[in-house]
């Protein structure tokens, strides 16, 4: 199976990402993950758990939102975010791993910040979070004004955005396509999909080549599915 490229977005330093102008919106988002010693059917190694959520609209992305500027500090705006998500979790800026400019007609900086703990600690986080006002998906009326699409707002009024925590499956089965590269092939909002890429190599995680594997087969499952949908030209 050919490999593919790895996704990156343009990166800047936090310092350019603080010049940036007032035309500019920022997200923080974190990454949440622990060494997992464990094997799957006591063969296949785990070698970690890292942390993604389902969101209310049916994509995956990591908890966080967007932070006014005007108001709060990234960290500030971050941890309060979180603190209605994930309970009393607090990052720092020691927790900061990168900033990338988004592609589209928004013009937005994401911030992405990770954090490792002990498995404990995470699954602590995982029961927390079933707990929080943010879990769970309550009808309520839409916020005004309505945020553009792939703006994820803090919860306002009865809406609440996060349907549970996911556990990113870090390995691929025999059929190499089971596992990461499945995972892979789900939707994901904005640059969450490029963020964990990311973060997974320079955290040395999982090495270049394997994620390029992991995501061609993702790349060819998607496409074979959408041959299926479409009739056959004749």
């Not at 389902?54 to 500027?69: Q, S, T, Y």
């Not at 809406?159 to 089971?178: A, I, M, S």
């Not at 590269?181 to 990311?198: D, E, G, H, W, Y």
Request: hydrophobic share 40%.
């Amino acid at each position: 199976m050919s490999t593919a490229a790895v996704p990156e977005l343009k990166q800047i330093s936090r310092v350019e990402a603080m010049r940036l102008g007032p035309g500019w919106s920022h997200s923080c988002h974190a990454m949440l993950y622990a060494a997992n010693p464990g094997q799957l059917f006591g063969r296949i190694p785990m070698r970690f758990s890292v942390l993604m959520q389902m969101r209310f609209d049916g994509l995956l992305g990591f908890p966080g939102g967007f932070v006014d500027r005007r108001f709060w500090s990234l960290e500030d705006g971050l941890n309060r975010v979180l603190g209605l998500g994930l309970g009393c979790l607090r990052l720092t800026e020691a927790d900061y791993l990168s900033s990338h400019l988004t592609e589209g007609p928004h013009r937005v900086v994401a911030h992405l910040y990770a954090r490792q703990l002990t498995l404990e600690q995470l699954h602590a986080v995982e029961i927390s979070a079933v707990h929080s006002r943010d879990h769970g998906l309550e009808v309520g009326p839409p916020p005004e004004p309505r945020p553009p699409p792939g703006v994820w707002l803090w919860p306002r009024g009865r809406h609440r955005w996060v349907l549970g925590l996911v556990r990113v499956p870090l390995y691929t089965q025999k059929d190499r396509v089971g596992g990461f590269p499945n995972f892979l092939s789900n939707a994901f909002v904005s640059t969450a999909k490029c963020q964990l890429l990311f973060a997974l190599k320079v955290l040395n995680m999982m090495p270049e080549e394997k994620l390029a594997e992991a995501l061609a087969a993702a790349t060819e499952k998607q496409k074979k599915a959408l041959e299926k949908l479409l009739p056959a030209s004749s």
